[in-house]
């Protein structure tokens, strides 16, 4: 009599039942395998192949399987190595800090499975190094976009003492399967095969996790060791909730205001500056929130969030004339509020008082970015900048030539925008996410205080924005 299996199959992972289960019916074979020990939403996914006499179910419940297996006392072989190990040693070059040693101790508490919350700048890559080297596992850290796999290649090699050449690249061209590799989002959701490979998943700003297709990943891959790592990981669509299936619950969370005073991020002040609107704008603007708010008052119409302001405006100005004209107004009073030409005189001020600094400007909008490049001689950097062209731009502000740089959402996340000592948020959304990816480019400790400035259009929606993105 042969044991039960359980192997991996393109996305799937199949349970091979022993030769004692053939003749039962489907739930008979699963009450004689799992017994009342499967959760009933494991045991719902979980489907038979009529064809060669074998259940898929999702790589994910792996282990809730085994742990069925073993309490309703099945003999089982796993047919693949659980914990596949480096084949190589490291070395943690430096010393972790107290909180990367704490962050560290939480995840390896909760069975090294959870997701670790801290600031930009702070150390998160650092943090999945001393994982890596605890652990000792094939380890595959997942990362958003294509800038980010050389940083990462360079900064775990250097945080384990390893040549960057035995650090495998797979994404944007390259496809390099090694014991520790660097895989973007989409190539990770593309070539899920690949996750059988690895012991240990590490997702770099993993909020990006629980979008349909990105979700695919952590239910492709087998291994319940898995690392979640953001400085914001509140979804506006709430969906951040499925990061504790998809990865684990919340073991470790810093604020940027608690690693300030432990002096390991540089002490900051926040800076608000009104800037007026013109008499002329003003009655613009005012006409323009009138046409819509007078819509949602005749439609009886409540925006509670974003998803309702897409769902009752956005969605039904497509077929609806009214709509469209609330929309439409409602955006020109939003182009009127964040972009005030008052601030640009307000810009001029602070450049001027930053004159020695290096300073990174931030806007909503990308004509903005170009306005301010054009009116200051600025550098400037948009979804429209070429690749090169971005890094030369990056590689000189890095190096001092160029002390001060515009630029639109494309540096939030996802690229290492060099430190710098103060940031000017020109105009920028709601979310918390952006503003503490825009403070952290000025939180790397230094001497001296940092300085982060909003410019925030008086008696508009802007200020509500402001007061949400906190």
């Known amino acids: 009599m042969s044991d039960t299996t359980l192997e991996l199959r393109g996305r799937d992972l199949i349970i091979v039942p022993s030769t004692e289960y053939e003749s039962l019916a489907f739930p008979a074979m699963l009450n004689q395998l799992f017994g009342n020990h499967l959760p009933t939403s494991i045991r719902s996914s979980i489907a038979v192949d009529r064809r060669q006499r ?43 800090r107290p909180y990367q040693q704490e962050a560290l101790g939480s995840w390896l508490a909760e069975g090294s499975a959870g997701v670790v919350v801290l600031p930009t700048g702070a150390g998160k890559t650092f943090t999945a190094a001393m994982a890596i080297h605890e652990t000792g596992l094939w380890t595959l850290a997942v990362v958003p976009t294509i800038d980010l796999l050389q940083q990462w290649r360079v900064a775990l090699s250097a945080a384990l003492s390893l040549d960057a050449e035995q650090i495998g690249l797979f994404g944007g ?19 899920p095969r690949e996750l059988r490979n690895f012991g240990l998943l590490i997702f770099d700003e993993c909020h990006h996790l629980p979008a349909p297709t990105y979700r695919l990943i952590a239910e492709s891959a087998f291994t319940p060791l898995r690392l979640g790592l953001s400085a914001t990981p509140e979804r506006s669509d709430m969906a951040h909730a499925d990061l504790d299936e998809l990865i684990g619950l919340e073991v470790y969370r810093r604020s940027p205001a608690e690693l300030t005073e432990g002096r390991y ?59 469209r004209a609330a929309m439409l107004a409602w955006r020109e009073a ?34 903005v970015v170009d306005e301010i490049s054009r009116r200051f001689c600025l550098p400037s950097i948009t979804y429209k900048t070429p690749a090169e062209e971005r890094r030369i731009i990056l590689d000189r502000f890095r190096m001092g030539q160029y002390s001060k740089l515009v630029t ?56 509500n924005v402001a007061q949400r993105r906190k």
Not at 176 to 184: G, Q, R, Y
Request: hydrophobic letters at 35%.
């Open 334 to 367: 939003r182009n009127i509020a964040m972009n005030a030409p008052g601030k640009y005189a307000e810009i001029e001020q602070i450049l001027r008082r930053h004159a020695a600094d290096q300073v990174i400007l931030f806007s909503e909008y990308n004509y």
């Open 265 to 323: 991020l540089a002490q900051y002040q926040e800076v608000r500056v009104d800037v007026a609107l013109a008499s002329e704008d003003e009655e613009r603007y005012a006409e323009q929130r009138r046409i819509y708010r007078s819509f949602l008052q005749r439609r009886r119409i409540v925006i509670r969030s974003p998803e309702d302001f897409q769902q009752k405006v956005i969605y039904m100005s497509a077929r609806d004339p009214d709509a």
């Open 54 to 96: 074998f259940l898929r179910t999702q790589p994910i419940h792996f282990s809730t399987i085994k742990r069925a297996l073993r309490l309703q006392e099945t003999p089982f072989t796993v047919a693949f190595d659980e914990r596949p190990a480096l084949p190589f040693p490291t070395a943690l070059a430096m010393e972790a």
């Open 173 to 191: 061209g390259e496809k390099d399967l090694k014991p520790i590799t660097i895989i973007t989002y989409d190539s990770a959701a593309l070539y």
């Open 408 to 463: 639109g959402r494309v540096l939030n996340e996802g690229v290492d925008v060099p430190d710098c000592r103060v940031a000017i948020i020109v105009s920028g959304n709601s979310t918390k996410r952006e503003y503490i990816q825009r403070l952290g480019r000025v939180l790397r400790p230094k001497e001296g205080q940092a300085t982060l400035y909003e410019l925030v259009t008086s008696g508009t929606t802007e200020e």
